[in-house]
């Protein structure tokens, strides 16, 4: 019975702790391991874009500094990872069809800080007007940008 108590009085603690913040480097440390673990960021093409534009474009990419690799993704790719992503939400994966979803180019860098160099620099607004370029996404970098993106965008 006491040793009950004393494990309840010990959770009962962890989560004070962590209501206040003072667990939170536990945290900060899992979300700086997953934004080192593969900085990247995308590229959307349009549904028109051409071979040559398509070569253009991966041989940019690819001249980029601290690039590790230049992955291209159909569209039958990125509907699977998306019904991956959103398997729990059976409606909302019905309601998106492959022809939906653009080919795309996952550019993976070397470190967060390569990806925040392109982010911060010439290199992206380059690529958006790249012809056969719909978009480019880059995730969070840092987190606070994580925090501050989920917490307007919860799941």
Not at 7 to 23: D, E, P, R, S, Y
Request: glycine letters at 4%; one cysteine or more.
């Amino acid at each position: 019975m006491r040793r009950s108590l004393i494990a309840v009085i010990a959770a009962l603690a962890l989560l004070g702790l962590a209501g206040c913040g003072l667990l939170k480097s536990d945290e900060d440390k899992k979300i700086e391991k997953l934004l080192e673990e593969d900085p990247v960021f995308s590229v959307f093409l349009r549904a028109d874009v051409t071979a040559q534009q398509k070569a253009n474009l991966e041989s940019y990419l690819r001249g980029l500094p601290d690039v590790e690799a230049v992955r291209f993704e159909t569209r039958a790719e990125a509907y699977q990872r998306f019904m991956d992503l959103w398997s729990d939400d059976s409606e909302f994966v019905e309601s998106v069809s492959e022809d939906s979803l653009p080919e795309t180019y996952r550019v993976h860098m070397k470190s967060t800080d390569a990806v925040r160099a392109v982010r911060d620099g010439a290199d992206l607004a380059n690529i958006k007007n790249l012809p056969g370029v719909q978009d480019t996404v880059v995730g969070c970098l840092t987190i606070d940008e994580c925090r501050k993106l989920y917490e307007k965008n919860p799941f």
